[in-house]
């Protein structure tokens, strides 16, 4: 079993990438629909 | 939001059995041994890259004949998720190649073209916050996304067309290349659930881009107001 310690921190590296990657978009998504309510709402009392 | 959650759901399961695939059910390879098992999910994700980038080509060449934000938003999803896929097998490759070659990198035509490809890709993400005005930026980007897909087929042909130290094709590569049976099924299953990834990811996306467009429609109206 030579380098599995390799191919165990390639496979952990990878998933780590999508998941980071994931989250970045998770947050992005809630920060723009957080904007996004408080826009139409400062648009609804403007009118 | 139902519907959302059981295919997130369904692409971690897909995605755990492939690992478990990998890693458990494939053969060892007789030469390299265990540190084979990275082929799987380096070659998956780099098909997977090359698809999203295929998407993204195809999203920038209907903005610029249409004018439609939706083919720019397919775009800006596809070129991000591909960069994803793409620097796992930047990093995947030289872990992989490290123990085999007794080097983790080195400039031959595969490994430099696809590192240009994540660098290109990279730069089309850093064009797109240099332009503010919507209708510029989708245009501007979407030709330099055409532009950045011409490295693609020269990631695909370089180890078909020069000889490289990064090993030859097991798929479509001619006579004497191929894989175990058993190496085969794994293979497109990995790839299968790469894709289900990318599928996800690419929606989140798109949805992410599609609520900026209307942000931005809807500050233009409030400008104007």
Redesign the interface.
């Known amino acids: 079993m030579k380098n599995l310690n390799s191919v165990f921190a390639a496979y952990a590296i990878g998933w780590a990438v999508f998941f980071v990657y994931y989250l970045t978009v998770a947050s992005r998504t809630l920060a723009l629909r957080k904007d996004l309510a408080r826009m139409k709402r400062a648009l609804t009392e403007r009118k | 939001m139902k519907k959302q959650f059981v295919g997130a759901a369904t692409t971690i399961i897909l ?1 755990v059995l492939a ?1 478990y695939a ?2 458990f059910v494939a053969p060892t390879e007789r030469t390299m ?3 084979q ?2 082929f799987y ?2 070659v998956s ?1 780099a098909w997977t890259g090359l698809t999203a980038f295929f998407i993204c080509f195809v999203g920038n060449l209907l903005y610029v004949f249409r004018r439609q934000p939706r083919w720019d938003w397919l775009g800006v999803a596809a070129a ?2 591909g960069l ?1 896929f793409t ?2 097998v930047l ?2 490759g030289p ?2 190649a ?2 085999v070659w007794g080097i983790w990198w080195t400039w031959d035509a595969r490994l430099t073209s696809t590192f240009v490809l994540w660098l290109l890709y990279a730069s089309y993400l850093v064009l797109r916050t240099l332009v503010e005005e919507p209708e510029r930026r989708g245009l501007l980007s979407a030709l330099f996304g055409i532009f950045c897909f011409l490295d693609a087929p020269l990631v695909f042909g370089s180890i078909r067309w020069w000889r490289t130290q990064h090993p030859q094709p097991v798929f479509m590569g001619g006579a004497g290349s191929g894989l175990d049976p058993t190496m085969w099924k794994v293979t497109f299953f990995f790839w299968f659930s790469c894709l289900a ?1 990318m599928a996800l ?1 690419m929606s ?2 798109y ?2 881009e599609a ?2 467009g ?2 931005e429609t ?2 233009r ?2 400008e104007t ?1």
């Open positions: 995605v690992g990998a890693l041994g265990t540190i098992r990275i999910l380096h994700s991000e998720v994803a620097t796992v990093i995947t872990i992989w490290h123990p990834l990811l989140q996306r949805q992410l609520m900026r209307e942000l809807i500050r109206e409030a107001q």
